[in-house]
């Protein structure tokens, strides 16, 4: 129609001897161009904002997935992209899933552990792909367990699985066990490691299930650091922290964290360990707390208390994500002061505060959640 009326106008000034074909070029030039690039301009816009379950949605993404919203586990899985706070509908786990290990290896995100019946207790994400499958362990291998951690240790262009803790499902004694496993990408198959690159390693000095774990530092000189949790059924929560020395295999205690509390999130960020959240005990009730501490990784500093979350949370899920202002710590979900959480809210590392980013659709309690392109 645009071009229409400037057909029409040059034709009027042509019949009226006053000629401005000089002018008018350059501007039915650029309307040409317009209309034959609109198209894909608008393909292109569809594209960026249009909830597709195997599109790439970039760094700033964060996956949850399972748990449970207090009437039932769940199987669905929602992906967040942070710089808008649009929510998608991600790819449903195979069974429902409750109180899994996430750790991200070779590439996948694999779960393992928790209560997933009848589904296999190992399995895999493929973020280019889109899919879950379940990852065949090994003969008589099981990871049976919930409220145990899974870190991803990495050392130079090794990685392996360390599997810690947590308690047999239907049972309510907390382990001490440290198995290590690696991961076949082309097989999708987890396999017992003798050893950690080389290195016999022991077991935790304690039981403990309902803690918190994370892989700092860089390399053989990096630590399994696990904090918190609880070491027996119905014990109160713990307050000890325990390190495992990638390079001799063998663990130590590091300081103890501020306050004895369980269901807590522990991560790495820049080589300071933060613990998250958790349920304290408080005239014999367990509760959500908001309070965050960080320690360097090395221990060459005791614990500092940093920004409290804006909300009180406990068995909740946080994921470190890298964002165009810098790696931030993403928690979802958990136990709230009144009820189960369908908040997600993050923590500025360089500005040292939390903000709300996104509402899920569904709360969740002891649910996964990871980066779908982690730094």
């Known amino acids: 129609a645009i071009a229409m009326g400037i057909i029409g106008e040059r034709e009027a000034l042509l019949s009226g001897k006053r000629v401005r074909t000089a002018a008018c070029g350059p501007l039915v030039t ?14 292109i816009a569809l594209y960026l904002n249009t909830d597709l379950p195997w599109r790439s949605t970039g760094y700033h993404s964060l996956m949850v997935a399972g748990g449970t919203d207090g009437a039932r586990r769940l199987q669905t899985s929602e992906i967040l992209r942070l710089p808008d706070g649009r ?22 995100v694999l779960l393992l552990g ?8 190992a399995l895999r994400y493929a973020p280019s792909a889109g899919t879950w499958v379940e990852v065949a362990p090994p003969n008589e291998t099981t990871f049976d367990t919930v409220g145990g951690q899974a870190v991803t240790v990495v050392v130079g262009n090794e990685s392996a699985v360390v599997v810690l803790g947590g308690r047999a499902v239907g049972s309510p004694t907390p382990s001490t066990s440290a198995a290590v496993f690696g991961f076949n990408t082309s097989s999708d198959s987890v396999y017992p490691e003798d050893t950690l690159f080389g290195v016999a390693v022991g077991a935790m000095p304690v039981a403990r299930a309902e803690f918190g774990a994370t892989f700092a530092g860089e390399g053989d000189g990096g630590v399994v650091v696990v904090a918190g949790g609880v070491g027996s059924e119905g014990g109160d929560p713990l307050a000890r922290v325990d390190a495992l020395d990638v390079a001799t295999g063998q663990w130590r205690t590091a300081p103890a964290i501020p306050t004895a509390t369980e269901g807590l999130a522990v991560v790495t960020v820049n080589g300071i360990v933060y613990a998250i959240g958790g349920a304290v005990k408080a005239d014999g009730e367990r509760i959500p707390t908001p309070a965050v501490h960080a320690i360097p990784f090395d221990f060459s500093a005791g614990w500092t208390s940093v920004a409290n979350m804006t909300t009180a949370r406990a068995f909740h899920a946080a994921v470190v994500i890298d964002s165009a202002d810098g790696e931030k710590i993403c928690v979802a979900g958990g136990d709230g002061l009144d009820g189960l959480l369908r908040s997600v809210e993050c923590y500025d590392v360089a500005t040292d505060s939390w903000e709300d980013v996104a509402t899920m659709s569904v709360p969740r309690s002891r649910l996964v959640a990871f980066a779908l392109h982690p730094k």
Request: glycine fraction near 6%.
């Open 114 to 121: 928790g209560e997933a019946l009848p589904c296999s207790d």
């Open 30 to 43: 650029s309307l040409i161009v317009v209309v034959v690039a609109a198209p894909l301009v608008v393909a």
């Open 87 to 108: 929510w998608q509908t991600g790819v449903a786990l195979p069974c429902p899933l409750l109180s899994a290990h996430a750790v991200q290896a070779a590439g996948s």
